[in-house]
């Protein structure tokens, strides 16, 4: 006969653990428009799967009266489960207790839970919430997060890492989701700055609101260090519900092949695309009329407007969509375009996702701040990543592909597998109007009627130059396609390349231009 108190000691426990900092502490959390650590796992899991780990964990500290305030799981959930069918591993901070202060044993949890998911190839999931490191066990506390930092930086590559700011985050917490793949963000209730308000008021005199400084829409539209915003906890809980979705669980997974039987014909880019190359048009019709109907999850949709990414399924296969967008400075590549699509690309090519580059690009951005920006570091990022990248990649050039941007889009001389061009597609230097003021200046001086003159020279050049043949004469373009052909040669070429195999130069590593 087993004896009651044992069991009893371990029920009052897990009761103890369950009521987090207490029924007061849960109902201001809730009043704040925010869920509780435990309701977001259980939230974000498939129905019943969520399975707590250490839960026990306590902190080993008593100075500074915090032998007082000891709690079971010291202020995190952890654990793992099925999402989408799939396993998952993730931490939960709990800002009912302590305000989900970091300390030794919470690091040791979430550590833990990390070491996990890389042994069993499996994404991470950080859900933040937190006023950052706990003062009162100083150097353990910073101690903690540097073992966080490392496993981040050490998995990075190997299993998708997705961190979710649901609170504050803030001083150097700041860094754990700043080193993960993906970062999501609720409008109202999420924060992440260095230094917070009444910091900067110190020292620098400006008044700043948390809004102001870390919000969402800070980080999704002006810094680009998040990736995606959603109005609530559960709105953005189903988000990286559906990134998942589009992920491997590692960069052993190869994923779902090519289903060729599912992928339907399109015949409406004609409709879509202006053959007059002065006309914008939004990107994102192609893309979507590309991919498999109600696919394309665009990724940093609000930051760096000029080039578009995300990912599609294509016969229900996952690739990803690096894209010019005409209706953003022409599609022009800028420095923040540069890092956007460089991130991308790597994440890409860790995970073994194939590659789709839409070109219709006039140039790199031109003036005198994009230059003090560093242009030339950021837009050098975008040709590491591509040179550097092994997975399939399949370039389409619709209209413009002029200059160094021309090059840094995935061509032929990059590294691109396959560069299909439509026939309005027009490869040069630079536009027919910029080119005759260069090459053709002094004739026109010369000319009696330099309006003729210049006509003359910019209708040979566009005869020469302003067309796919001259690309596709010396093999830098494969093939110069119909637009209704897009999509069948498309998945032709990437089905083509499903056993690519290519390796990179023997070293430790590269430099990327950071």
């Known amino acids: 006969m087993w004896d009651e108190k044992s069991i009893n000691t371990l029920l009052n426990k897990r009761a103890a653990h369950a009521a987090a900092g207490g029924a007061a502490r849960v109902e201001k959390q809730h009043a704040s428009g925010k869920m509780t650590a435990r309701e977001r796992m259980d939230y974000l899991f498939d ?6 780990v250490n839960s026990l964990v306590e902190s080993r500290i008593n100075d500074f009266g915090m032998d007082k305030k000891k709690v079971l799981g010291d202020g995190v959930i952890t654990g793992y489960g099925k999402i989408n069918g ?12 302590g305000g989900g202060s970091l300390g030794e044993a919470q690091a040791q949890k979430i550590c833990r839970i990390m070491d996990m998911a890389y042994e069993n190839r499996a994404p991470f999931v950080s859900v933040n919430d937190s006023g950052g490191a706990r003062i009162e066990e100083g150097i353990d506390s910073l101690s903690g997060y540097g ?17 979710v700011i649901m609170g504050p985050c803030a001083g150097g917490a700041c ?45 999704t539209q002006k810094s680009g260090v998040a990736h995606f915003a959603y109005p609530d906890d559960k709105s953005c809980l189903n988000g990286v519900r559906q990134l998942l979705g589009y992920l491997p669980s590692s960069n052993e997974d190869k994923g779902k092949p090519f289903d060729e039987d599912a992928i339907s014909k399109a015949t409406n880019f004609r409709s879509i695309v202006p053959d007059n190359k002065k006309t914008s048009y939004d990107m994102r019709r192609v893309i979507e009329e590309i991919a498999d109907r109600g696919t394309f999850l665009e990724v940093q949709a609000e930051w ?13 296969k996952t690739v990803g969509v690096v894209a010019n967008q005409p209706n953003m400075l022409a599609g022009s590549l800028d420095f923040n375009a540069g890092d956007k699509a ?20 006039p140039a790199f951005l031109p003036g005198k701040q994009q230059e003090y920006s560093g242009i030339i570091r950021h837009g050098a990022k975008m040709l590491y990543a591509y040179s550097e990248a092994t997975v399939p990649k399949v370039s389409v050039i619709l209209r413009k592909a002029y200059g160094g941007a021309y090059i840094a889009m995935n061509s032929k001389g990059m590294g691109a597998d396959m560069v299909l061009a439509w026939p309005i597609a027009e490869i040069a230097v630079m536009g027919a109007d910029g080119a005759a003021n260069i ?13 003729a003159a210049r006509a003359e020279i910019i209708a040979e050049y566009e005869e020469k130059f ?15 396609i119909l637009p209704e052909e897009t999509k069948s040669r498309v998945v032709s070429a990437f089905l083509m390349l499903e056993n690519k195999k290519q390796s990179l130069p023997a070293k430790k590593h590269g430099n990327l231009p950071l």
């Not at 931490?91 to 009912?96: A, E, G, H, N, V």
């Not at 991308?344 to 070109?359: A, G, M, N, S, Y």
């Open 47 to 52: 129905r019943g799967t969520f399975t707590e």
């Open 86 to 97: 799939k396993l998952v591993f993730a931490s939960s901070q709990d800002f009912t207790v």
């Open 175 to 219: 860094y754990a989701p700043a080193l993960c793949d993906f970062i999501f963000m609720t409008e109202t209730t999420s924060q992440m700055y260095i230094t917070g308000p009444a910091v900067i008021k110190a020292v620098t005199g400006e008044t700043v609101t948390t809004a102001e400084l870390g919000g969402a829409a800070v980080h």
């Open 147 to 163: 073992g966080i930092f490392y496993r981040h930086s050490r998995y990075s590559g190997v299993i998708p890492q997705i961190a």
């Open 439 to 451: 090459i053709g200046r002094k004739k026109i001086e010369a000319a009696e009627d330099k309006a």
């Open 466 to 480: 302003m067309n796919p043949y001259v690309a596709a004469a010396r093999g830098f373009v494969d093939e110069v």
């Open 342 to 361: 460089a991130r991308f690309i790597r994440f890409c090519d860790c995970f073994d996702i194939p590659i789709l580059t839409l070109v219709d690009v």
């Open 304 to 316: 760096a407007k000029n080039i578009v990414v995300g990912f599609i399924r294509m016969g229900h």
